[in-house]
């Protein structure tokens, strides 16, 4: 017995190993330098210096604004994903015949099959000057502007996004029993207070799924505000890429992705959160 | 029962010339079947038969293709299931996991419009748990409660919104087979106080048999008979009730004497049978081929050698297996030329004779009024 847990546990030992490195040098590593970084000071020629100083993090108030767009566009551009994708989702879990129903989830991801870059690139013709301003024009609504607007990025993060927000809530709403829908209809509940009392609840751990994954990588976005918002609208994905490589502040460059961290971190721990309190019953029940 | 209306004669569910079709395939077909106030009705048939579908559109869950349903003397056709006075009990309950007891069982008052006010659903909520025996546990999880318990909160959750009609899609389906039984008990005793139809679906013929005063036999869509329980049991219209409802011997030859008394079947190894013919079986003819159908607790058994009695059908063979059954003695008598023939031997029978063991020669025999004369589908 003993010898047996003895063996098992060096296998479980040797299987962790290649994550657990990869972890502590990929991830682990750069983040403790990035933190002792951002207590040091810039060098004269840019780059790091030693030494302890809470210099950098006084002087976060200086990319306040990468912060507020950040803070408020994420949110905005996931809720925005959630609006979009939930219909979505609906329609291919429960409506979409079955024999169409994998082709139509294929449709969902082909875009990914083209790197980001590329697909941003072609919604800066779409909303730059020749466009779909141009088109307005031919109707007679003259002097619209869209590209380096905090609503091109929305559309941007919308298309880039869908995918990561559609899969969750159709995966929760394709496991759902839909005999609890016939039941709801059966006593009596309409279907808008079905969907409403059942559809949407039960569908809850893939809106929050969803909403988590989209959240935390506009988060760090930096492609698409970078392309569609012009310098007007910048992430601190941005201000970041800004301050590594141009002005080489890296000190202060660290104080910034460290506050950035510390953001997520809250966001993640109150996700779990809700998960955990969700998970007493919800997923078991679902099975 | 003072509130019980089984007298009157008034009509619940009506089908008048339903068909329905799903693509190619018909799952009901141009069937009309009326059942009574206060009726405990049950489908019975083989997976397929179309019972299913039939109370799928009772329920208002499917609509018919072709023809007409009546629910308290109204038409249905074309009307949502959330506006139908009909209320389910699914085969696998369909409890709402994230809600609690309580919160399941009010969930059909909280749909009305106007909703009724906040005690006066607790209040009924309460009622109802009683009337299940589930006092006290309406805030527990639905998912912590045994299979019987949800069984029970399927039915308050059903029972609580007084439906004109209360559908059980094989309810009892899921439980065990001493909580079957004892759920069989339970919903008969429901049934009575409610005295509210219920319309049950099942593949299971004892189930059918022991609740229900009225049962609807189904095949590829259609009824091929309906009575009491009684009636099917001792007048079966042709071989599938028979051999649906209850266990029976089968012996297959052709119409040699079509008397008013009774009908003569020769069998093609020579053995004669006489039998009575079910009132409502189509009429037979010298020469048609027909079924003779013998239940095994009609047949008796005894030594070869000992005196003849009343039963004028007799047939020696050998005790192939036994089956003790507690209550009874199952043997399998192998015979010539009328195959393997089961007689169900009561044990009061039993204790008073011999009981035989495999290999006995024995007798078997029956009168002829214990055989029916069946058309042979």
């Known amino acids: 017995m003993s010898k047996d847990n003895k063996a098992n546990r060096w296998l479980t030992a040797a299987l962790l190993t ?22 040091g000071e810039r060098a004269a020629v840019g780059g790091y210096a030693g030494g302890f100083t809470l210099e950098q993090y006084a002087n976060l108030p200086s990319r306040l ?25 609906y329609f291919l879990a429960l409506r979409v015949d079955r024999k169409y129903k994998l082709i139509l989830l294929v449709l969902v991801i082909v875009p990914f099959w083209t790197s980001l870059l590329v697909r941003t690139y072609a919604w800066i013709f ?136 510390v953001i997520m971190l809250i966001t993640v721990s109150f996700y779990m959160r809700m998960t955990l309190r969700n998970k007493t019953g919800r997923d078991e029940s679902l099975m | 029962m003072p509130n019980q209306s089984t007298s009157s004669n008034e009509i619940d569910i009506e089908f008048r010339d339903v068909t329905k079709r799903f693509e190619d395939v018909v799952a009901v077909d141009n069937m ?19 019972k299913t579908t039939s109370l799928r559109l009772i329920a208002g869950f499917d609509q018919p293709t072709q023809g007409d349903i009546f ?50 659903i607790i209040r009924r909520v309460d009622e109802t748990l009683e009337m299940v025996r589930l006092s006290g546990y309406g805030k527990r999880r639905v998912w912590e409660l045994s299979g019987g318990q949800q069984q029970r909160v399927a039915l308050a959750r059903a029972l609580i919104n007084h439906p004109t009609c209360l559908l059980l899609d094989e309810p009892l389906a899921a439980l065990d087979r001493k909580l079957r039984r004892e759920m069989q008990i339970e919903l008969q005793t429901l049934q009575r106080e409610v005295g509210i139809t219920f319309i049950l679906v099942t593949h299971d013929q004892e189930e059918a048999l022991s609740m229900s005063d009225r049962i609807c036999i189904m095949r590829e869509g259609q009824i091929v008979q309906s009575g009491s329980p009684r009636q099917l049991y001792d007048e079966p219209v ?35 049978f006489v039998g009575m013919q079910p009132k409502a079986a189509p009429g037979l003819v010298n020469g048609s081929k027909a079924c003779v159908a013998v239940r095994p607790e009609m047949i008796a058994i005894s030594a070869t050698d000992e005196a003849n009695n ?11 297996n036994r089956i003790f059954l507690g209550e009874h003695t199952e043997y399998l008598v192998s015979t010539e030329g009328c195959g393997d023939v089961m007689v169900l031997s009561p044990k009061s029978v039993e204790s008073m004779s011999r009981s035989f063991e495999p290999g006995d020669k024995v007798r078997i025999s029956w009168g002829s009024n214990a055989a029916l004369v069946i058309g042979d589908t």
């Open chain 2, 310 to 320: 009343s039963n004028n059908i007799t047939i020696d063979g050998q005790v192939t």
């Open chain 2, 71 to 120: 629910i308290g003397g109204n038409s249905v056709v074309g009307i949502p299931s959330h506006k139908r006075p009909v209320n389910m009990v699914f085969q696998q309950y369909a409890l709402f996991p994230h809600m609690d007891v309580s919160e399941n069982i009010g969930y059909g008052l909280r749909q009305r419009n106007p909703q009724p006010p906040r005690q006066e």
């Open chain 2, 238 to 272: 042709n071989r599938y009730v028979a051999d649906f409802v209850g266990k029976t011997n089968f012996f297959n030859g052709d119409v040699v004497d079509a008397g008013d008394k009774g009908i003569a079947v020769k069998s093609e190894s020579g053995q004669v």
């Open chain 1, 126 to 261: 779409i909303l730059g000057g020749r466009g779909i301003p141009t088109l307005l024009e031919f109707i007679g609504i003259e002097g619209v502007r869209l590209i380096n607007t905090p609503g091109a990025v929305l559309v941007g993060i919308v298309y880039g996004y869908l995918p990561l927000m559609v899969f969750p809530i159709f995966v929760s709403l394709e496991k759902l029993d839909k005999t609890l829908l016939e039941a709801s209809s059966d006593l009596g509940g309409s279907p808008f207070k079905t969907f409403m009392q059942i559809t949407l609840p039960l569908s809850k751990p893939g809106i929050a799924t969803g909403c988590m994954l989209v959240f935390i990588l506009l988060m760090g976005e930096f492609l698409i505000p970078a392309f569609l918002g012009g310098g007007k609208v910048f992430f601190i994905g941005n201000a970041l890429v800004d301050l590594f490589l141009q002005s080489r502040n890296w000190p202060f460059g660290a104080a910034v992705s460290v506050t950035l961290v």
């Open chain 1, 18 to 39: 290649p994550t657990s490195l990869w972890f502590l040098v990929m991830l682990i590593f750069p983040l403790i330098v990035i933190l002792v970084f951002s207590f």
């Open chain 1, 65 to 89: 604004k990468a912060f507020q767009n950040t803070m408020l566009i994420a949110p905005a551009g996931t809720l925005l994903s959630l609006i979009v994708a939930y219909p979505l989702a």
């Open chain 2, 32 to 50: 009309s079947l009326t059942v009574k106030r206060g009726a405990f009705f049950s489908f019975l048939g083989p997976s397929g038969c179309g």
